[in-house]
C-alpha cells in the first residue's frame, strides 16, 4: 500500500479529523499516491491514519461527492478510475475557463511576465516529468492570476485537481518540445499585451493536447493499467 500520512490525531491543528484524513487522501489521490482504482479498505486506512472509521468514512463520502472515489454495496471504496470520457470533459472545461481568465485578465507586470519566463524555461531544461508537471501546474495558476474574478479561480482550482491526475498520466508519456514551444507562444502573447490572441493559443494549446490524452488512456486500459467508468 501507498505510503500515505503521519498520525493526524495527534497532530495540532485547527481542522477537525475528517477534514484532516480527506485533505491527506485528496492530495493522495491527486498526486498518484493513490492510483487509479486503487482499493481503500476502511479498516487498513483507519489504522494507517490512526484515527476511527467514522471520520474516515465521511472524508470518504464527501470525496466521492467530488469525484475523486467511487463506492460499491459491499466492496468498499476505491480511487475513481481514470476515464476518456472524464478526460475529455475535464479538459475541455479546462480550456474554456482559463480562455476565459486570460481574456479577462488586466496587463501582466514586468516582474510577472519575469515568472512566466522562468517558470517556462524550468519546464524546458526539466530532465523528468515530476519537475515538468509541477512547473506546468504553476505556469497554467500564472496565466490566469490577471484574473479578478475569485469564483472563477475557485472553479479552476478544483478542476485542476481533477485534472492533474490526467497530467501525471500524460506527463510521463509526452515529450516537452511541443508543450515548450506553445507555452513560449502563449508568453509572447501576454508580453505583448495581446490578451485575446493568448485566450486563443491557451485554449488550443489544451484542445489539441485531448486527442493525444485520450490515446494514452485508451492504451493503458487496453493493458489493464487504467480502469474505465
Partial sequence: MPKLVKNIENRKSKRSVRDEAYLRLRTAIVSGDLPASFPIREVEMSKRLKISRTPLREALFQLEREGFVDSQFGTGFKVAPLSVREAEELFMLLALLESFAVENSREFSSSEIEQLQTLHQKICDSQGPEHRIKFDAELHRCFTAGCSNSELHKSLNDLRDKCFRYEWLYGTSETKD????????????????????????????????????????????????????
Fill in 178 to 229: 511541443r508543450s515548450c514551444r506553445e507555452h513560449e507562444q502563449i508568453i509572447e502573447a501576454i508580453t505583448a499585451g495581446e490578451q485575446k490572441r493568448a485566450a486563443r493559443l491557451i485554449r488550443r494549446h489544451t484542445v489539441d493536447s485531448i486527442p493525444r490524452l485520450v490515446k494514452i488512456i485508451s492504451q493503458h486500459q487496453s493493458n489493464s493499467l487504467v480502469g474505465s467508468k
